[in-house]
């Protein structure tokens, strides 16, 4: 079974600091996926990697897929009181295996 | 908006009762899944379906069933309600089967039902 965790799991920064959270697994995944939840809402799609070493960037935030495609992690830069919430990376698909949730990040960002 | 729509938005039952949740995919989108998340909890995948047929199963209980149907919308069946089946139920839809094979398979969620069972 393919598992993937997350760290830290709970992240309380001021504004204007930066911060990385981090999606780690012993199995490789074909792709990786990052989605940021607000409380009672659904997560909502950030960005996919899927090449070993890829480095896309979104605004502020900056998100690697590792060589060996076994972990991935999220910068951001100058956060913001919106990008509070939960992060979860997902992975997958693999052959024969669905995707899996991280238990996420819960970030919480103080004006 | 996703493109994902989910009713009911919320639901309260009593203990024992059987409740129905409905999503309908973005257009286009084949597969759907569902996930369970309690309170302060990650996603528990649940099930997946593509293009009618069952594809995965994640920790699902016997107690929960899911069809999708022709037009790709799909049911979430709870019977027999304990007070932990409270939980947000969300749905989210993609191209592909997320199986290796090509396609998309990103992921794009539904507003999740709020089920209560008192």
């Known amino acids: 079974t393919q598992l993937l965790e997350q760290s830290p799991q709970f992240l309380s920064i001021q504004e204007g600091e930066n911060l990385t959270v981090y999606c780690n697994s012993s199995?490789?995944?074909?792709?990786l996926q990052w989605y940021r939840q607000e409380p009672g809402e659904g997560p909502v799609l950030l960005v996919t990697?899927?090449?070993?070493?890829e480095v896309k960037k979104l605004k502020r935030l900056t998100f690697q897929f590792g060589d060996a495609r076994k972990d991935s992690s999220l910068h951001i830069t100058a956060a913001q009181p919106g990008d509070t919430g939960l992060y979860l990376c997902?992975?997958?698909?693999?052959?024969?295996?669905?995707?899996?949730f991280g238990p996420g990040t819960r970030l919480s960002v103080l004006p | 908006d996703s493109g994902v729509t989910q009713t009911p938005k919320h639901l309260i039952t009593a203990t024992g009762q059987r409740v129905t949740l409905r999503c309908s995919p973005r257009s286009g989108d084949l597969s759907v899944y569902w996930y369970q998340q309690s309170l302060d909890q990650g996603l528990q995948f649940l099930i997946q379906y593509y293009n009618g047929e069952e594809r995965a199963k994640g920790n699902i209980l016997e107690r929960f069933s899911a069809q999708q149907f022709p037009d790709l919308h799909s049911e979430l069946n709870l019977s027999s309600l304990e007070l932990g089946d409270s939980a947000l139920y969300f749905c989210?839809?993609?191209?592909?089967?997320?199986?290796?094979?090509?396609?998309?398979?990103?992921?794009?969620f539904g507003p999740g039902t709020r089920l209560t069972v008192t």
């Open positions: 989210a839809s993609s191209l592909a089967s997320g199986l290796a094979g090509g396609g998309s398979y990103e992921q794009y």
């Open positions: 990697v899927v090449t070993g070493g």
């Open positions: 199995s490789v995944f074909s792709s």
């Open positions: 997902a992975g997958g698909p693999g052959y024969g295996q669905n995707f899996v």
